[in-house]
């Protein structure tokens, strides 16, 4: 009897682990949205401000906004939307009024009370990221980083152009007068915290032990507080010696800080949406808001493990438990402020429109291994199995290939889309592409042809198949998720009124911050929330 029911018994098990292989059946409806890493404010965060009011201010470029931050609770809200509240850097006028630098518009937006309409005071000055009044005489002056190296006094009439100080100075960013009319602040691209005279831009440097100095503020005693973006120190240099001292160790993507009137002194990081507190009388820190994640966008799943481009960080996210890993951060890597992810067998493909690159990452070393620069705003990119890399770009309206040595050798797939944004290898071994008008369109590899699957859609962005072969599609624009069937292009929605489709400021591209989409073995669906910097999971019924 033994024999036969063994027999039997490996005969089931064979069949079971047979038919757990297939892929699941296409489900009769989907579960709502269950939070898998928690929401956070921002979008980012950046300069930070306390105002004569006591109020704690706090800039977000990417998010558009500038916000209020309780410095009791860390409960946090919008004070001035987008994107007239895009703030890289914000600054407190002697008789209470608030300057702020918007980074992606070039404009300085100023207004003398809560009440005040809005007024600009600058435009047409690139990459214009600190500024700060000089609180004797209300002058005040601002700085150009990364998208221009200059030192400006601003007109705070607005009536006469800003005047040019210096230019090249090394990066001169967050900074603060002091009671002397001296500009203290730190030299991004020299590791130096330096003391500029605002009559010539003369700089005369403090200190020269910092790796990528941020931001530097006064304590009123005799100290400058300074916050190191790439080691993630918090220092304190004496200004009569120039000694510095590391007073905490936190973590890198460090920008900016603030020192109150009691002597709290608040610090941003922009990967983590981060505000803490530093207490110096008895060295307290503690965490006022946070989150796992900073701007969440590209989502790619191999597992448990689901791969997020994270904008300020490059994470993983155990689908399982919500637990997310750091593998890059920004400023203490090489990371290129990635929007969306490609993913092969061996590398991830992460593609910044903003920085015009495509970083490709070993999958084995999690390092990197190439960066292709100077592309026409890359929206997606895949990393493909003969190791070239295939690459979509919005402002081209192109798929194209790169390979060859230093991937050199580019030739043009497919052109003519409408705002291609995402992208994926579908199971039949053509590339599948949202475009910004409103398709999914296939494209074949071999000869570039085009294929409408669906059109009318509402700036779809995200893109994934699911086991059973249709494809979930974000549709930003109208905040829904929808299940299209590629054989005759029915569709059905998934899920609605979700927290996605962050709009970008003047000049900025429709699909901005890209909603990510991701399908696991099993058929859930995982979604980044730009609204709110989740990550949901959407479970199939059957």
């Known amino acids: 009897m033994n024999r036969p029911l063994t027999a039997g018994l490996l005969a089931v098990s064979l069949i079971l682990g047979a038919c757990s292989a297939l892929p699941p059946t296409r489900p009769t409806a989907w579960s709502a949205p269950e939070v898998l890493v928690a929401p956070s404010s921002f979008n980012g965060v950046h300069g930070l401000a306390v105002d004569a009011k006591g109020r704690l201010l706090a800039g977000s470029v990417l998010g558009s906004s500038l916000w209020e931050v309780d410095r009791k609770t860390g409960a946090a809200k919008i004070l001035v939307g987008g994107p007239e509240g895009q703030a890289d850097d914000i600054a407190v006028g002697p008789k209470g009024e608030l300057a702020w630098t918007n980074y992606l518009m070039g404009m300085i937006r100023y207004r003398e009370s809560d009440d005040a309409p809005l007024r600009v005071l600058a435009k047409d000055l690139s990459g214009i990221n600190s500024l700060d009044f000089d609180r004797r005489n209300g002058k005040l002056y601002a700085s150009q980083v990364f998208l221009g190296d200059a030192l400006w006094e601003i007109d705070v009439t607005g009536k006469a152009p800003p005047r040019l100080i210096k230019k090249d100075l090394g990066g001169l960013n967050g900074f603060e007068v002091g009671p002397d009319g001296m500009i203290y602040g730190p030299l991004w691209f020299k590791g130096q915290v330096v003391k500029v005279d605002p009559a010539n831009g003369d700089a005369v440097v403090?200190?020269?032990?910092?790796?990528?100095?941020?931001?530097?503020?006064?304590?009123?005693?005799?100290g400058l507080w300074v916050v190191d973006t790439k080691s993630g120190e918090l220092s304190r240099v004496d200004l009569a010696s120039g000694r510095k001292t590391v007073v905490k160790k936190l973590k890198p993507s460090l920008d900016n800080l603030a020192v109150a009137p009691d002597g709290t002194v608040y610090i941003s990081n922009m990967a983590d949406n981060s505000i803490e507190a530093y207490t110096p009388s008895n060295g307290e820190l503690r965490l006022l808001t946070g989150g796992k994640l900073a701007v969440p966008a590209g989502?790619?799943?191999d597992g448990n493990d689901l791969w997020v481009t994270d904008v300020f960080g490059f994470r993983r996210v155990d689908v399982k438990t919500g637990n997310v890993q750091d593998i890059f951060r920004m400023q203490a890597s090489d990371l290129e402020y990635p929007f969306a992810i490609g993913m092969s067998a061996s590398h991830f493909a992460l593609s910044s429109w903003f920085t015009g690159t495509v970083q490709l990452v070993e999958r084995s070393t999690l390092k990197t291994s190439a960066i292709l620069h100077g592309l026409t705003t890359p929206f997606d990119?895949?990393?493909?199995?003969?190791?070239?890399?295939?690459?979509?770009?919005?402002?081209?309206?192109?798929?194209?290939?790169?390979?060859?040595?230093k991937f050199a050798d580019k030739k043009v797939i497919a052109?003519?889309?409408?705002?291609?944004?995402?992208?994926?290898?579908?199971?039949?071994?053509?590339?599948?592409?949202?475009?910004?008008?409103?398709?999914?369109?296939?494209?074949s590899l071999s000869d570039g042809s085009k294929t409408t699957v669906a059109d009318g859609l509402a700036l779809p962005e995200g893109l994934a198949q699911t086991p059973w072969g249709t494809f979930i599609v974000a549709e930003s624009a109208a905040k829904r998720l929808v299940e299209i069937n590629p054989v005759d292009g029915s569709r059905r929605t998934v899920a609605e009124q979700l927290p996605i489709g962050l709009a970008g400021g003047p000049g900025m591209p429709p699909p901005y911050?890209?909603?990510g989409v991701a399908v696991g073995e099993n058929g859930v669906i995982y979604m980044s929330a730009d609204l709110n910097n989740a990550i949901y999971a959407i479970r199939p019924q059957r």
Do not use: C, H, W
Not at 211 to 220: E, K, M, R, S
Not at 429 to 443: N, S
């Open 381 to 405: 990119a895949i990393p493909m199995a003969d190791g070239s890399v295939i690459y979509a770009e919005i402002a081209t309206g192109s798929i194209k290939r790169a390979s060859g040595d």
């Open 513 to 515: 911050v890209v909603t």
């Open 415 to 443: 052109q003519g889309l409408a705002g291609p944004v995402q992208m994926i290898l579908g199971k039949d071994g053509a590339v599948y592409v949202t475009e910004a008008a409103g398709k999914l369109t296939r494209v």
């Open 299 to 301: 989502l790619k799943i």
């Open 206 to 222: 403090i200190n020269s032990e910092f790796q990528v100095p941020a931001a530097a503020n006064l304590d009123g005693k005799g």
